[in-house]
């Protein structure tokens, strides 16, 4: 009798995660690993429910048998109260987007700053970066920021429809990066005006979020502009700085270079991330 393929459960709590391409993603990868890999999205909007079944969800996972948890939109900061621990780069920015579940505790971590940076280090290598705008600083704008300052990115500016949500997050990554490389933005077109990149941190632009985060009127050539979104491969936001002639680059790469740090941390297996990347592509092609 052949050996049983050892077995990893994983769900995604989050909401209108139907176009969620991460159990294709992780599943296929885990078959190719050698698992019996099962990842259920588990979409709160769908079920009638709120952050405040995130406790009851945590342990229910916990008596079920699952590994693990990805933890997406709007659950990354809601769900810091409930858990055990916390790495360090999770306590950092105050943000967790996978949870392990093991021996009775949760143990939260933040893999989507090392995907961000991973991809920009990639995929951006050469832009110039002495002064970048970013849109949003919600669970993954804090990352991101992060990841943008430990890119080597001079200046981070902040912008946000609230100032004073902001706040905090320019205090905790002030504190590790320096005082004078973070700000908030007063004046969006100026801050824009003066920038070398723009940075999308904002749901607008997902299938369940259209529209462009901010006029169009402020794309130029000149500015580089990277989209945290992947579905659809091309935002408006993208689109309308291609069309200016402005470098652009999609979340794709964030996205799988994140969703392997995730599988590394579920299952103890380092994945093929060229093989990842190449499952990410055929999946968004044929979605188009």
């Not at 009851?56 to 659950?75: E, W």
């Not at 069309?243 to 392997?260: D, E, H, I």
Request: glycine share 10%.
């Amino acid at each position: 009798m052949s050996q049983a393929k050892p077995a990893i459960l994983i769900g995604l709590i989050g909401t209108n995660l139907q176009f969620s391409k991460a159990p294709q993603i992780h599943m296929q990868e885990g078959e190719l690993s050698g698992l019996r890999y099962i990842y259920r999205l588990i979409d709160l909007a769908a079920l009638g429910l709120s952050t405040d079944s995130l406790p009851s969800l945590l342990q229910a996972g916990g008596q079920l048998g699952f590994n693990g948890f990805a933890v997406t939109h709007p659950c990354k900061e809601a769900v810091l109260p409930y858990l055990s621990e916390l790495s360090s780069d999770a306590r950092l920015l105050g943000a967790v987007n996978t949870v392990l579940l093991k021996d009775g505790k949760s143990i939260g971590h933040n893999t989507d700053w090392f995907g961000f940076a991973d991809s920009f280090r990639r995929d951006m290598a050469g832009v110039k970066t002495d002064k970048v705008v970013q849109l949003g600083a919600g669970g993954a704008g804090k990352a991101v920021a992060h990841a943008l300052l430990s890119c080597g990115v001079r200046h981070v500016a902040l912008w946000v429809r609230n100032p004073e949500k902001a706040k905090p997050v320019t205090e905790s990554l002030a504190a590790v990066h320096g005082r004078d490389r973070i700000s908030i933005v007063g004046n969006l077109p100026e801050a824009v005006a003066s920038a070398d990149g723009l940075v999308n941190a904002t749901p607008i632009g997902m299938d369940a979020h259209p529209g462009c985060p901010l006029p169009e009127s402020m794309l130029r050539s000149g500015l580089w502009v990277a989209d945290l979104i992947y579905s659809p491969a091309e935002t408006e936001l993208l689109k309308a700085a291609r069309l200016k002639g402005a470098l652009t680059n999609n979340g794709m790469g964030m996205f799988f270079s994140q969703a392997a740090e995730q599988f590394r941390l579920f299952t103890g297996i380092a994945p093929d991330q060229r093989r990842m990347q190449e499952h990410m592509k055929q999946l968004v092609s044929a979605a188009r």
